[in-house]
């Protein structure tokens, strides 16, 4: 039996099954044995059939192990880095900004220590933080730091990973005395069916967002997309949290993953040499949807230090780092995400290689 995680009502419909992807997408291992036999689950998206919002049916968070081996850092990029600057542009057009902020779920805290070197009063909540920044509590945000009585608070990139994101809303709201402002940006589910983008499916992100449905969570709120289309924010009033969600109208999808994967394995046999761009979440569902032997790609490529010279969970592909492409004999390279593509042609270009986008 399937509940919504926003109501726990069963009036629910499967929509899509994944098989055979890795437990989490961002983990990267020092030998391939050991990234071969990394665990691997199916994904099954199921729709609630009262409020539209799109799920990982029978999610278990308790599986979840977030460890050394997990690495999710994008601000290696500067294309990147400016989607940042356009969330500081944001908020501060939104007065979120020169107030008392909180962010929960803060990472590796580089947006954080990006605001805070713009001058921002602000406070970190992450259990799984790593460094030793005074500005950074290594814990989970609850009503025992309600005494901060933050002004904005600042959830990114988090909210997809919770297992009942409403919960975690009121809860925060009711942890921040129901003050201030939130600003929540996820990515959006209706970018993924409009690209066709199987590779965005998989365990580790539970729920699959769109405005409408991120929306529903507020009695008022702003928000909108950016990030080429792939992401959402929504900023609200926590004094606008509902009690209670209501059933609403919803757009039902249509998927074909099942078509776009076979089209990308058409792809790789009509190309040889293969590189993919890209060892992050993406790029590891597609390898484990495509090339689970690690037979017809050769190499991962990603800027990231922290993944170079490791292996790509499930499969064992090697990761290397830019630098090094032109020893590896590559012809093609297939670009995970496109919104780096600029930044990929200044190592391909010299080296005469085709770039083929997803």
């Not at 004094?239 to 109208?249: G, T, Y």
């Not at 012809?331 to 010299?350: A, G, H, L, R, S």
Request: proline content about 3%; glycine content about 6%; hydrophobic content about 35%.
């Amino acid at each position: 039996m399937i509940k919504c995680p926003l109501t726990d009502s069963t009036n629910t419909a499967i929509i899509y099954e994944q098989q055979g992807v890795p437990l989490i997408q961002n983990k990267v291992y020092p030998t391939a044995e050991e990234a071969k036999s990394a665990k691997k689950i199916n994904v099954t998206l199921a729709q609630s059939l009262e409020n539209g919002f799109v799920f990982s049916a029978n999610f278990d968070d308790s599986i979840i192990d977030y460890d050394q081996h997990y690495q999710n850092e994008q601000s290696n990029s500067n294309y990147f880095k400016d989607h940042l600057y356009n969330v500081i542009s944001i908020m501060e057009k939104n007065h979120m900004l020169g107030k008392k902020i909180v962010e929960i779920g803060c990472g590796k805290a580089f947006f954080l220590d990006m605001l805070a070197e713009k001058g921002e009063y602000i406070t970190g909540f992450d259990p799984t933080y790593e460094g030793n920044s005074p500005r950074v509590v290594k814990d989970f945000f609850s009503e025992k730091y309600s005494d901060i009585a933050a002004e904005s608070i600042i959830l990114r990139h988090t909210l997809e990973h919770i297992s009942k994101p409403f919960d975690f809303i009121q809860t925060i709201a009711k942890a921040n005395n129901n003050k201030g402002f939130i600003y929540i940006e996820v990515p959006t589910f209706e970018w993924i069916v409009n690209n066709n983008a199987s590779e965005d499916v998989f365990y580790e992100h539970c729920n699959y967002f769109t405005l409408e449905t991120l929306q529903q969570f507020f009695t008022e709120s702003v928000g909108g997309h950016f990030f080429n289309g792939q992401y959402i924010y929504v900023i609200a009033d926590l004094s606008k949290v509902k009690q209670k969600l209501e059933k609403r109208d919803f757009k039902t999808y249509t998927i074909k993953f099942k078509d776009k994967i076979t089209a990308y394995q058409e792809l790789l046999a009509a190309n040889k040499n293969i590189a993919i761009w890209g060892a992050g979440a993406k790029g590891s569902t597609f390898l484990n949807l495509i090339d689970k032997e690690a037979t017809r790609v050769t190499c991962v490529i990603d800027i990231n230090p922290k993944k170079q010279n490791q292996f790509l969970g499930g499969t064992g592909h090697p990761i290397i780092k830019p630098e090094n492409l032109a020893n590896y004999g590559i012809d093609t390279v297939i670009v995970m995400n496109v919104n780096y593509i600029d930044e990929i042609k200044k190592f391909t270009d010299p080296l005469k290689i085709k770039l083929i986008t997803l």
